[in-house]
């Protein structure tokens, strides 16, 4: 497939191995974007890379890093200087969770979450953004979620991390158009999607996964990508999602609160239909993939 522009910005992807990051990696390839992709493991990564480059023809390098590591960035934009790579295009994608009241919940898993989402994030665009400013050019995505709207009680770090993306990222993307910088930022704000993120934070007997309306990661990826291009401030994939952020901002607090405390309670067995995968594989067999 030939690329959409003529000069397809050199693009790195956090959180890369799977679901909305593999998806983006696959979406940002297909429109011929050469990638420096992310994640923590090393041999799945450079298999990641080997057929992105296969199925695409784009350059891929791999960079295996723990998100959750305080040198992460700094290792991560080091290797790119050192290998000649400059990034016009930074997606903040890698994100944790974990389900369970925030007393029983181990803290180092919460400052894990804190780490991978609001850290890594911030460290990355201090190191990438000024080159960006520099050369009048660049852009900048970030994976916030719908959470980011409201509280969750029994999701509580994960929601305030959200928030703390979407808000950071909104006051920047103001800071960014007011310095006339040529750089733009979009926040990424989708509602449940078929990650590994439901296994990884214990929810794939939640009702939120099981009853709720998820999306596919290709759809929220082709969504995004499309708003990033345009420069759009905040994008919420999915008709359905863009009626629960503009409801909720009507709702108060508590109810808030309450509804989605509801949505991460687990259902009963007879009633678990779905299996992390099914909806992602789905769209892969529509598409082809």
Known sequence: ??????????????????????????????????????????????EIAAKLTAEFGVTVLPI????????????????????????????????LGQRGNFWETPLDRDIEILRVNIEAALRLTKRFLSPMIERK???????????????????????????????WSEALATELQDADSGVTLTTLCPGPVDTDFFPKADMVDT???????????????????????????????????????????????????RMNEKMYEEVAPEDRKRERGDIEEKEAARRGE
């Open 64 to 95: 295996a890093k723990d998100l959750a590591q305080e040198t992460a960035a700094d290792e991560i934009f080091d290797a790119l200087i050192n290998a000649g790579v400059s990034i016009e295009i930074l997606v903040n994608n890698a994100g």
């Open 137 to 167: 050019r660049g852009r900048i995505l970030n994976t916030a979620s719908i959470a980011g709207f409201e509280p969750g009680p029994l999701l509580a770090v994960y929601h305030a991390s959200k928030a703390f993306v979407l808000s």
């Open 207 to 257: 009702k939120v996964f099981q009853k709720g309306n998820v999306m596919s990661p290709q759809e929220v990826a082709e969504t995004a990508y499309e708003a990033l291009m345009k420069g759009e401030r905040v994008i919420v994939p999915g008709a359905m999602n863009k009626a629960i952020v503009a409801g909720r901002r009507m709702m108060p607090i508590s109810a808030q609160a």
């Open 1 to 46: 497939m030939k690329p959409t522009h003529t000069r397809p910005e050199m693009t790195l992807i956090t959180g890369a191995s799977s679901g909305i990051g593999l998806a983006l990696a696959r979406e940002f390839a297909r429109h011929g974007h050469p990638l420096a992709i992310v994640a923590p493991v090393e041999p799945e990564l450079h």
